[in-house]
Each structure stands twice: as structure tokens, then as C-alpha cells.
């Protein structure tokens, strides 16, 4: 791999990663397209991953600060106490991120050479786009049900104006916080997103506001909640390579973080900004548009 092709394809990763569009299923179409080898190379999706990682603790490092020194404080103020444990709100966010991790390591365990083998089927990515555009546009009507099954805001919560159904007389729909179940059934949506064309953001957040987690909170759960999976998982393959002996081109997998860490830090921003003014369901158009260009032309030129 040539490192212009590297920083191409790691642009492609950056931004496709955090928009809801799926990331997995674009550098698959992209192997594809341009006549590469269909089997996953797991080095330089190792590398890419990386740098999205990278993005994420950039661009949520005061969160992320706030959590550690929250925990730390925890440990030194509970002591032996568990409903003091309980009632920690670093500990309690900390506690629903492990829940929600736990079905994607599951599935990423005993499922792996299935995953694998469906990322060289690209009608398979195409089609499984087209569920993730669905899922997408469905949202645009998530907002009535939110309002509906109620949530009341937390002092200080500010939430968008909205015109549906159900809303309080000030039209907003404040949602509620992430829960243990709500993110327990976000974590399986994770979990579904390892399939390519499947969108983990999207997937993950479609089910958040569907279960009326407010949509400031979703953005962030959404993306923290994935750093432990990605962190695991880049460790795991790293050593699979090590052990392997498989070569390594340093100058490509570099050209490649470089630019899945630059593009990822702004398309994350960007999502998260579309999100709170409620324009996910936007992204459902561009899946439907794409899985089904795929599908027509890997039906009429691999016949």
C-alpha cells in the first residue's frame, strides 16, 4: 500500500467512523473498488483505529480527566461503602460504560472469523447500509416517543426545541440520563455494528433515542463507551501481528493515524454539534443512496 492510498484511506476512516455511515462498510466497498485484496488487513485497519481512538480522548480529555480524578476521589472517600459506591456519579457512568462494552467483547470473541469472512462479501456491506440508513431515518420520529414516555431534564440540562407531539408547553423534550439498562441495550446495538455497513455510531445512537436518553448525554456515552472495545481490540490484534512475525510498513500505517486522528477529531465535532440540533436522520438518505449503488454495481459488474 502506497502512502498516498494510506492517507486516502485513513481519511475515509476518520471521517466515516464517527458519522453515522459506517466506517467498516466504506473501507470495505473501498478494497472493492479500487481491486485490492478483499481479506481484511488488519495492520493498517489496527493503525487507523488507533488514531480514531486518539481523536476520541482528544477531543473528550476534560471529560475523561474529570471521570479519572472522580474515581480516584471515590476510592479515597467510600472506602469499604458500597451504596456510597453507588451514588458516585463517576463511579455509576464508569460502572454503565463496562455494562455496554460487555456484548460487543462477547460477539467480537466468539464471532470473529464469521466477521471476518463478511467483510470480503461487499452485496452483503451494501445491503446491511441500507438497514443502517433505516435505522437513521427513523430517528426523525424518535423525538415524539421521547417526549411521550416522558424524562425530566436535571437542573441546568438544556434540551432542543422540537414541534412534535407530546411536548411540554415550552415544546422541549428533555429526555433522560444514561441508565444501567438503557446502556446495556446501547452496548447490543454496539455489538450488531460489528458487521460491515453497520454504523456504530449510528446504530448506538438510533437505539439511545429511542430509549429517550437526551441527546447531549447520548453523544457523549456513545463515544466513550467505545474506548475500552477499541482500546482491547488494538491491543489484541497488535499482539496476534507481534507474534505472527507479519512485516510492518511503518511510513503507510503512520500517513494512515495521522490522518484518521485529524479527520476523526472533526467530523466527531461535527456529528455531535448535527446531533443536538436533531439532523441524524439526514445521514439515512446518503446510506440508502450508497447501499444501493453498491449493490448495483457489484450485481451488474461481478456476474
Given amino acids: 500500500m502506497t502512502t498516498a492510498t494510506a492517507v486516502a484511506l485513513g481519511i ?167 441508565t444501567l439498562r438503557s446502556g446495556a441495550w446501547i452496548g447490543v446495538a454496539q455489538a450488531v455494528a460489528i458487521l460491515p455497513g453497520i454504523s456504530r455510531s449510528g446504530a448506538t445512537i438510533s437505539t439511545g433515542l429511542w430509549l429517550g436518553v437526551r441527546r447531549d448525554e447520548l453523544a457523549e456515552f456513545s463515544f466513550l463507551m467505545v474506548l475500552p472495545v477499541l482500546a482491547g481490540a488494538t491491543l489484541l490484534e497488535s499482539l496476534e501481528l507481534v507474534l505472527a512475525g507479519r512485516p510492518v510498513v511503518t511510513t503507510s500505517l503512520a500517513a494512515g493515524f495521522a490522518a484518521s486522528f485529524v479527520t476523526g477529531y472533526l467530523a466527531l465535532a461535527s456529528l455531535i454539534a448535527l446531533l443536538k440540533r436533531s439532523k441524524l436522520h439526514y445521514f439515512g438518505y446518503y446510506c440508502w443512496a450508497l447501499g444501493l449503488i453498491g449493490l448495483f454495481y457489484f450485481l451488474t459488474t461481478r456476474v
Fill in 12 to 178: 475515509l476512516q476518520g471521517i466515516t467512523e464517527f458519522l453515522p455511515v459506517s466506517s467498516s462498510g466504506h473501507l470495505a466497498l473501498a478494497r472493492a473498488l479500487l481491486g485490492y485484496d478483499l481479506e481484511p488487513g488488519m495492520t493498517f485497519e489496527i493503525a487507523v483505529h488507533f488514531g480514531s481512538f486518539c481523536s476520541i480522548v482528544v477531543y473528550f480529555r476534560k471529560r475523561l480527566a474529570g471521570l479519572f480524578h472522580g474515581l480516584a476521589s471515590a476510592i479515597v472517600r467510600c472506602g469499604s461503602s458500597f451504596a456510597a459506591y453507588r451514588a458516585d456519579p463517576s463511579v455509576r457512568f464508569t460502572a454503565i460504560v463496562l455494562v455496554s462494552m460487555l456484548p460487543a467483547v462477547a460477539v467480537g470473541v466468539t464471532t470473529k472469523r464469521y466477521v471476518e469472512h463478511a467483510f470480503v462479501n461487499p452485496m452483503l456491506t451494501a445491503s446491511l447500509l441500507l438497514v443502517t440508513g433505516t435505522a437513521l431515518f427513523s430517528t426523525r420520529f424518535a423525538n415524539g416517543r421521547r417526549a411521550v414516555r416522558g424524562g425530566r431534564a436535571r437542573p441546568g440540562d438544556s434540551a432542543p426545541q422540537v414541534s412534535t407531539p407530546g411536548c411540554n408547553e415550552e415544546g422541549v423534550a428533555p429526555g433522560r440520563p444514561v
